[in-house]
C-alpha cells in the first residue's frame, strides 16, 4: 500500500488548494480513505473522509463547506479541494487509510493504518 501526497504550497487567505493523492497497492473501490493535518504544536487531525464504495463523506465542522473530497476511480486518486483557505489552516497534510474500513465517518473518528507522505500547505499573507 503506497500513497503519495502532492499539491500543497504557499496560499494567502482566503485562497485554494486542491491536493492530490495518488494511491497503489490497491483500489478505490472499497476503503474508506481520508485526509489528515499536523499543524506545529498540535495533534494530528482528520479533515475529511470519504467511503470509496458508496461516496459517503464526512468533515469535521471547522472544514464543512470550505472542503471538498473526491476521488478519481480510473486515475486511483482522491483529491482535497480547499477553498477559503485561512492561516489555521497551515499544517503537513496527509492522504491515509485502512484497508479494513469501508465507513468515512470511522476511518475519520478512530484514524488510520495506512499513511502516505505528507505535503505542507501554509496559509500566510
Known amino acids: 500500500v503506497q500513497l503519495q501526497a502532492s499539491g500543497g504550497g504557499l496560499v494567502q487567505p482566503g485562497g485554494s488548494l486542491r491536493l492530490s493523492c495518488a494511491a497503489s497497492?490497491?483500489?478505490?473501490?472499497?476503503?474508506?480513505i481520508g485526509w489528515f493535518r499536523q499543524a506545529p504544536g498540535k495533534e494530528r487531525e482528520a479533515v475529511s473522509c470519504?467511503?470509496?464504495?458508496?461516496?459517503?463523506?464526512y468533515y469535521p465542522d471547522f472544514v464543512k463547506g470550505r472542503f471538498t473530497i473526491s476521488s478519481d476511480k480510473a486515475k486511483n486518486t482522491v483529491y482535497l479541494q480547499m477553498n477559503n483557505l485561512r492561516p489555521e489552516d497551515t499544517a503537513v497534510y496527509y492522504c491515509?487509510?485502512?484497508?479494513?474500513?469501508?465507513?468515512?465517518?470511522?476511518?475519520?473518528?478512530?484514524?488510520?493504518?495506512?499513511w502516505g507522505n505528507g505535503t505542507l500547505v501554509t496559509v500566510s499573507s
Open positions: 470519504l467511503s470509496t464504495n458508496n461516496d459517503i463523506t
Open positions: 497497492g490497491f483500489t478505490l473501490d472499497r476503503p474508506a
Open positions: 491515509a487509510t485502512d484497508l479494513g474500513q469501508s465507513s468515512s465517518h470511522a476511518l475519520c473518528h478512530r484514524g488510520p493504518t495506512n
